[in-house]
């Protein structure tokens, strides 16, 4: 495998709402420091690929609203590799743009796209699954996606199947998909992971770019047709001019629609590496160390007394003081102060997006 092909690509765009106070529309989940590290999201999804795609190889799309959100975390990234969208149109028209940009500067790239709001815990074993993948995809016109190995019947992911009755010849680690799953209710979420060929669908895909151009030329012609007709302006001043012209009149569909769920040569790389999407304060408080009260603290000053299964994020400087709680959240940002059950989360999170 060449690794002067590889291209990294980090979805950037999304509001990311649901840590509020932390996060807001202004400056969502992917740009702020939700592990207390000192490091965003978005700095850690691209610290993670360090040694596979460099920064003058890194692309990152994004809102227009972001941009100077992602210039001031990621700027040893290329100016013109931050692509900003106009609109919010979802993943396949996201994927479509930047895999035609690239493709303007490199037929040859081999690309994989990752969304900046996840985190990995075991790094090692996550670049050692990435670079397998990039060599299976760069001698093949196949796309790959990472299936994370289940540990629970999680309602808020979605699933692929598996056919794990034979493994790739070249990579005996890959097999082919049969099928993706939306997300399940409790009782399927429970039948899937009793099944040894079901993994969460992790929204982390590899492939050459030829083969993603071909593949959404087949599957979704008139999206195509929109990337294929700004070819000559890739690169040069118009660029941005024509991006906020003809992104609005995309469909807007997510990749797994447009192309995944069509397309043949899709195969799966089951993995184990600590993975989470932190959709929720719960999945944080999961993916966390916790205490002999499996309570998580994420903050400089922070005392618990008759206190258990909580999430406390505070921050700032000032001493906070938890007493009495049982499956709380406690998250304070900016003056802003959030006390929830944590069963209770999905019923507040629509404050994030006022």
Request: glycine share 6%; net charge negative; charged share 25%.
């Amino acid at each position: 495998m060449a690794n002067d092909r590889n291209h990294l690509v980090i979805m950037a765009g999304g509001i990311g709402s649901r840590f509020w106070p932390m996060s807001t529309m202004d400056c969502p989940k992917q740009f702020i420091d939700v592990l207390g590290c000192g490091k965003t999201l978005l700095q850690m999804a691209a610290e993670r690929f360090e040694g596979i795609c460099p920064p003058e190889r890194t692309w990152i799309v994004t809102s227009d609203r972001y941009a100077s959100l992602v210039r001031e975390q990621l700027p040893e990234v290329p100016n013109d590799h931050i692509l900003l969208e106009p609109v919010r149109r979802n993943t396949a028209p996201c994927i479509a743009y930047v895999s035609w940009r690239i493709k303007s500067v490199d037929p040859r790239a081999n690309i994989v796209v990752s969304p900046a709001d996840h985190i990995v815990m075991d790094i090692r074993e996550f670049q050692r699954v990435i670079r397998s993948a990039l060599s299976f995809t760069s001698e093949s016109d196949s796309i790959v996606t990472l299936g994370m190995k289940p540990t629970r019947p999680e309602t808020g992911y979605g699933y692929i199947q598996a056919d794990l009755s034979s493994a790739c010849p070249r990579n005996k680690e890959i097999y082919r998909v049969d099928s993706f799953h939306e997300k399940p209710d409790s009782d399927t979420a429970q039948k899937y992971i009793r099944q040894s060929n079901f993994f969460w669908n992790s929204g982390l895909f590899l492939f050459r770019v030829s083969t993603i151009v071909n593949a959404l030329r087949i599957y979704q012609p008139e999206l195509s047709r929109i990337f294929e007709d700004m070819f000559p302006v890739y690169g040069t001043p118009e660029e941005q001019q024509e991006i906020n012209r003809r992104f609005p009149q995309c469909e807007s569909i997510s990749i797994d629609y447009a192309v995944m769920e069509k397309a043949e040569e899709i195969f799966v790389f089951p993995a184990s590496f600590g993975w989470s999407d932190l959709g929720t304060w719960g999945s944080l408080r999961d993916q966390s160390a916790c205490d002999a009260n499996n309570n998580v603290c994420i903050g400089p000053d922070i005392s618990l007394y008759e206190t258990s299964n909580c999430i406390i994020h505070t921050l700032g400087e000032r001493k906070v003081v938890v007493q009495g709680l049982d499956g709380f959240i406690v998250a304070e940002q900016d003056d802003q102060l959030l006390i929830c059950r944590l069963s209770e989360e999905q019923r507040i999170s629509k404050f994030g997006q006022a």
